[in-house]
């Protein structure tokens, strides 16, 4: 029954408008005042407990990798790519930022990044093309959520973390199920083209491929850096993300020479604020989590669990549903150092491997990124094309049903998943 207290102060807390990290921290600190016997300071020892996980030093570096390639003109580069191999194609354009967004998504490990980054550059690009305003906004902010999908993932360093996994293994697995989703979103996007009969642009030959992917080749070089480097045995994910942070920064001051140094305070303050608002969540997530801990949550849950018989096709339904449900209110960080430990024992008991469900996680985060009412990706949309919250909302829903396609295949084919994990492993 106390427990059941603490999850009714949590929600009366959101629904009311109190920030996620706050709503956190405020019910743990209320419930063990009042329902246990440890002492607050327990509070203070986990916050600079979370700040000792080496794992989440990456969390900082990749922020501001992503900030450096925002600002240093990457993004403009990987878009004249992505729109010399399919912008001759029916919803070219369209076409070409999905594409646009998996490579951003290769390298800055952020989906309102991703959404910034691309949606800034091709949603006006469209729109004087001749796209409808909402076909533009839904399918850039959808596409947008391979950002935490596609490795490197911040997500997937904050799961690794909670569930003591390998975050080599989480970003080698996130690969396939990446270009799954990718994929599909490329052939709705272009039969949704095809329908309606929205404009291409000229073939202009394979010379041209080739001088656009010279021009991205700096960009592109990062995943090598990051990707190659972890699984060559070379540095760890969180020397990969320093590396990829100082990389990003010199060939945005250096080579492209897209900002300058008096630009560098900024870019460094932004990726410090949002470094703040997600390590303070996590920081108030672990606090919630230990309460729950301490309480035998994840131990009685998996035992209900057990008992009521349910199959694995069964048990990964009902986490779908309320991870689904939870990605409406929550933030993904706070919702993987909730869950995760409470759904990660089950899972094992179950014969369910770690990785998978890591990436079935993820995925449904990804979802959540494009549904209210605290889709980042609504509100980034939003603010980039003047649009209410509602009409990006609308304008995104028949493109949440893609992802929906590509959250059950990975989730009942874990091959996707593991395929590549069983090659480098």
């Not at 990726?271 to 608002?277: G, N």
């Not at 849950?301 to 549903?321: A, C, D, G, K, Y």
């Not at 991870?323 to 960080?333: C, K, N, Q, T, V």
């Amino acid at each position: 029954m106390s427990v059941t207290l603490l999850f009714i102060g949590l929600l009366i807390l959101l629904l009311i408008g109190v920030p996620i990290a706050i709503s956190l921290g405020l019910s743990s600190l209320t419930f063990l005042m009042l329902a246990t016997e440890e002492s607050p300071t327990i509070i203070a020892q986990k916050m600079f407990d979370t700040m000792e996980h080496t794992t989440l030093l990456a969390i900082p570096f990749f922020i501001l990798s992503s900030h450096f390639l925002t600002t240093g003109g990457v993004s403009k580069r990987l878009v004249e790519f992505a729109k010399s191999m399919v912008g001759w194609m029916h919803g070219g354009l369209a076409m070409a930022g999905v594409v646009a967004c998996m490579l951003f998504a290769a390298i800055s490990g952020s989906s309102p990044a991703t959404v910034v980054a691309i949606g800034s550059i091709l949603i006006p690009g469209m729109i004087q093309a001749g796209y409808d305003k909402r076909f533009a906004v839904g399918v850039i902010a959808t596409a947008g959520s391979m950002g935490i999908l596609i490795p490197p993932s911040i997500p997937m360093i904050v799961y690794a973390d909670a569930v003591e996994e390998s975050v080599g293994k989480m970003f080698i697995a996130g690969i396939l199920p990446g270009i799954l989703m990718g994929t599909l979103l490329l052939i709705a996007t272009w039969v949704t083209a095809r329908r309606l009969n929205m404009p291409r642009d000229e073939w202009k030959g394979f010379g041209h491929i080739f001088t656009t992917f010279r021009h991205a080749f700096s960009g592109l070089f990062l995943i090598f850096i990051v990707v190659g480097g972890i699984y060559g045995g070379v540095f760890t994910p969180t020397e990969a993300a320093a590396v990829a942070a100082v990389y990003s920064a010199f060939i945005a001051l250096f080579v492209h020479k897209d900002m300058s140094f008096k630009d560098v305070p900024r870019v460094m303050l932004d990726a410090a604020k949002m470094t703040s608002v997600i390590m303070f969540i996590i920081a108030c997530a672990m606090i919630f989590a230990h309460t729950l801990t301490e309480e035998q949550v994840p131990q009685n849950l998996s035992r209900m669990v057990i008992e009521q018989n349910l199959s694995p096709e069964s048990f990964l339904l009902l986490v779908n549903v309320i991870l689904w449900f939870a990605g409406d209110f929550m933030e993904p960080s706070a919702i993987l150092l909730i869950l995760a430990p409470l759904f990660h024992p089950i899972a094992v008991s179950m014969g369910i491997d770690p990785i998978p469900m890591g990436i079935i996680m993820t995925t449904n985060m990804e979802v959540g990124m494009i549904t209210p009412p605290v889709g980042l990706n609504l509100y980034v949309a939003a603010g980039l094309t003047g649009m209410s919250l509602a009409q990006v909302t609308r304008a995104a829903l028949p493109w949440m049903g893609v992802l929906i396609i590509a959250l059950l295949l990975i989730t009942y084919i874990p091959w996707f998943s593991l395929y590549l994990v069983g090659l480098l492993y």
